[in-house]
């Protein structure tokens, strides 16, 4: 589910807790007509998609110097 932490002084609707139902999930904002889907993760461009990629080999990079080191 998703991280209810974020403002414990605030009661926060099922909506307002999930980022990713409101934006996009990694610059956090608005769809337009077209959604694009990474790994299950929805995105608001093709830019978006390129940092998500991007994102995601610079931390499988650095899970992997830490298993060898």
């Known amino acids: 589910m998703c991280d209810t932490s974020v403002l414990p002084e605030r009661r926060l609707s099922e909506s307002e807790r999930c980022s990713s139902i409101n934006g996009c999930a990694v610059c956090g904002g608005r769809f337009g007509l077209i959604r694009h889907y ?3 993760t929805a995105l608001c ?3 978006c998609v390129d940092r ?16 060898v080191a």
Request: hydrophobic share 25%.
């Open 52 to 67: 998500f990629r991007t994102r995601r080999e610079r931390d499988r990079r650095w899970l992997f110097q830490v298993q």
């Open 45 to 47: 461009s093709k830019k």
């Open 38 to 40: 990474s790994w299950r």
